[in-house]
């Protein structure tokens, strides 16, 4: 009973194809070949992709020419990996509610209702109020578009700041403390953005 003979091993195989084999060796290997089919077929397929790699005529790239390719990619990625530039946008009112005639007056002793403002500011929209009281104007108001936070500053005349306060994660805020009468500039640092409303009058 004839046993089926053990496989040759891929490295044999390819130094077959190589002819690396020494003559007693290629005599070996090829008396096997002709006995076993996988082998047969896998030495055929490495002794065709030999022959395609002796027929291939094609040269490799320039060194400098390779080494650039690499720098290119190299300095894309650094710039993929860098934060956006910060973008400076000036709002511009386009809705101020103190331009519309009351229904009825208001009565005397009751205090005045807030006043709302709406800016636009590129992608981005401020949903202004601004409510007097004894202690000064209450600012608040919300960021309407793509935010995720960030921080309201309102400045006076010198540039000081006068009243601040975080975004919460409505993009909602009331600048604190209350602000007395006069003009401000109001300021909104966001991730990407800053949004100012240059021009704040606070007057009752």
């Keep these: 009973m004839r046993l089926t003979p053990r496989h040759i091993s891929f ?10 084999l020494s ?28 022959a395609l790699m ?8 320039p060194a400098e020419l390779v080494a650039s390719v690499v ?23 386009t809705f101020d509610s103190s331009s519309l005639q009351p229904a009825f007056g208001v009565r005397s002793g009751q205090a005045a209702p807030a006043r709302q403002m709406l800016f ?3 992608d981005l929209d401020v949903d202004l109020r601004l409510a007097p ?6 600012v608040s108001g919300q960021v309407l578009g793509p935010c995720k936070g960030g921080e ?13 306060a975080t975004l919460n994660e409505l993009c909602e805020f009331t600048l604190l403390p209350p602000a007395a009468d006069g003009t401000y500039a109001l300021r909104l640092r966001l991730d990407d953005a800053e949004v100012e409303i240059p021009e704040l009058s606070l007057k009752a």
């Design 152 to 164: 309201a500053e309102l400045l006076d005349a010198e540039g000081s700041t006068a009243a601040r």
């Design 120 to 122: 636009s500011a590129g």
């Design 11 to 20: 490295a044999r195989l390819a130094d077959l194809a190589e002819g690396r």
């Design 54 to 61: 002796r027929a291939d005529t094609s040269e490799d790239a």
């Design 133 to 138: 009281g004894g202690e000064g104007w209450t």
């Design 23 to 50: 003559p007693e060796e290629e005599a070996e290997a090829r008396a096997h070949l002709a006995d076993c089919t996988s082998c047969s077929a896998q030495a055929a397929q490495l002794g065709h992709l030999a």
């Design 71 to 93: 720098r290119m990619f190299r300095a894309r990625k650094t710039q993929e990996e860098q934060p956006g530039l910060l973008r400076r946008l000036v709002a511009a009112l």
